[in-house]
């Protein structure tokens, strides 16, 4: 091959597996939120059972239980960027964990989508590294059928509008050249963040069930890039980490 990246390997085990070095935990439950929100898993998981911890050279990365409508829903923040949050993933799947929800916020390329709009991405734009490494090259790759209707029939019970598109999913958060989101708008992405192809293509490797739920926030479509204060919208991240984990019950 020409380009290290594409050189796919089908083996299904590598060197290291994640099931090596972690082993199945009683207390993991199946069902897990993704919440990029650090300040709403602060909130939220305060006085929530701790199951474990996950670690990289950042430190501890606690993985709480709380309960919705009955339902055990593990809560973990992923991390930043596809290769950190796949990792997680990855060894969250070893823990026991078995279907996923991940709620964050992503750039929009269209400004008609207001800050806060909900977003379900059922596709992503293969442009970063991570997916190509649990996936043959191929420029797009899906969410899983059942978290995308799992996660619709929660927005529809909770009268949330929403849009379903494609998503772009990138590496380079200061390479967003005109010329590329020119493009990425062409082939029908509305929006941009930096892990959802690699969610979606560790769970078609592991056999897993994964589905995104993101609000709108920067806008990249224009001339100049408007920040929209997108940062700040606590309440819009806090009901849409609700959001993910009722769906999450729903799987």
Not at 6 to 26: G, R, Y
Not at 166 to 184: C, H, M, Q, S, V
Request: proline fraction near 6%; charge should be negative.
């Amino acid at each position: 091959m020409s380009y290290p990246i594409l050189e796919f390997d089908p083996t299904p085990l590598a060197i290291i597996e994640p099931s090596q070095v972690l082993k199945p935990l009683d207390t993991m439950p199946e069902r897990l939120v993704f919440c990029f929100f650090q300040k709403v898993i602060e909130k939220v998981c305060k006085d929530a059972e701790l199951v474990t911890h996950l670690g990289s050279e950042l430190g501890e990365n606690p993985v709480y239980a709380v309960e919705v409508g009955g339902t055990r829903i593990a809560v973990v923040h992923p991390g930043v960027g596809a290769p950190l949050a796949a990792g997680f993933m990855d060894e969250l799947i070893a823990l026991g964990a078995r279907k996923f929800i991940a709620c964050g916020g992503a750039g929009v390329l269209n400004r008609e989508i207001a800050v806060g709009h909900v977003i379900v991405p059922d596709a992503a734009v293969r442009d970063e590294g991570t997916s190509y490494h649990y996936l043959p090259p191929a420029r797009e790759v899906h969410a899983s059928p059942e978290a995308i209707t799992a996660i619709i029939d929660t927005l529809d019970a909770h009268e949330v509008s929403y849009i379903v598109g494609k998503t772009w999913t990138t590496d380079g958060l200061y390479r967003e050249t005109p010329a590329k989101i020119l493009r990425r708008k062409a082939e029908g992405c509305i929006t941009v963040e930096m892990e959802a192809a690699a969610f979606f293509a560790v769970a078609q490797f592991r056999g897993v069930t994964f589905g995104q739920v993101l609000y709108g926030g920067d806008d990249i479509s224009g001339d100049a890039w408007d920040h929209r204060g997108w940062h700040r919208q606590a309440d819009t991240r806090e009901k849409l980490f609700w959001l993910a984990a009722k769906a999450a019950a729903r799987l």
